[in-house]
């Protein structure tokens, strides 16, 4: 079975620094795409990027490129998202998810997301 | 970058069909997914490469994309329907995905 199992949820001060991970288990980590999509309160999903495990190569959406870090650790079939510096606007649900072996768009499963939450 | 447009939400009586819209410049040269989003969960993949369902997806999920216009089609529209729906499309010309606004439906 496919499972992408997130960490749980965070609250934090602006400025603070923060990584939220993913576990992959269930079918081979490294051979597959992960993306992040966020979820605002209230709004749609968007793209932030997404990273092929084997090689850590690594694409990020304009509006996201500069404002997180994509990682992956292909030794505990583990994806990563970080901040370095939080703002109260990336105050979201954070997903984790699988792009199906055919297409770099398409998801096939999700994580269950990671609710960050970012006070002053 | 490219802008993919849903109304914010479709209302839809029990038995009957919703249409859920997305526009997008010629969205009918592109492939279109479609996702569900219930309350508090992820979302699900309901169609895929325009037309496409996954396994356990009822039938009474169908797409279709024509011109600057793709669209959702909800057959028998059942209260378990009730969900958030997404249009996704990857836009060749920037390498961007993209997603639309999402339509909330309603079973009235």
């Known amino acids: 079975e496919v499972l992408l199992v997130q960490s749980g949820a965070e609250v934090r001060k602006t400025g603070e620094s923060l990584k939220i991970s993913c576990k992959i288990s269930?079918?081979?980590?490294?051979?597959?795409?992960i993306a992040w999509v966020r979820h605002m309160p209230g709004k749609g999903l968007e793209w932030m990027g997404t990273?092929?495990?084997?090689?850590?190569?690594?694409r990020y959406s304009p509006s996201f490129k500069g404002q997180v870090i994509i990682s992956a650790d292909k030794s505990i079939n583990t994806a990563y998202l970080q901040w370095n510096s939080l703002k109260a606007s990336d105050t979201s649900i954070y997903y984790c998810a699988r792009l199906s072996a055919s297409s770099l768009f398409l998801i096939d499963y999700w994580g269950q997301g990671t609710l960050v939450t970012v006070s002053s | 970058s490219y802008l993919l447009t849903q109304p914010p939400s479709v209302s839809v009586a029990p038995g009957k069909t919703a249409s859920i819209p997305c526009g997008g410049d010629n969205i009918g040269s592109k492939t279109v997914q479609w996702y569900q989003q219930n309350p508090g969960q992820p979302p699900v993949l309901v169609i895929y490469?325009?037309?496409k369902r996954p396994s356990g997806i009822p039938e009474r999920f169908s797409g279709s994309t024509s011109g600057n216009t793709a669209t959702l089609t909800i057959s028998r529209v059942e209260v378990g329907d009730e969900a958030d729906y997404y249009c996704q499309v990857w836009d060749s010309s920037s390498g961007q995905v993209v997603f639309g606004g999402g339509t909330k439906v309603t079973v009235l």
């Open positions: 269930g079918y081979a980590f490294a051979t597959y795409w």
């Open positions: 990273i092929f495990p084997a090689d850590s190569d690594t």
């Open positions: 490469y325009d037309n």
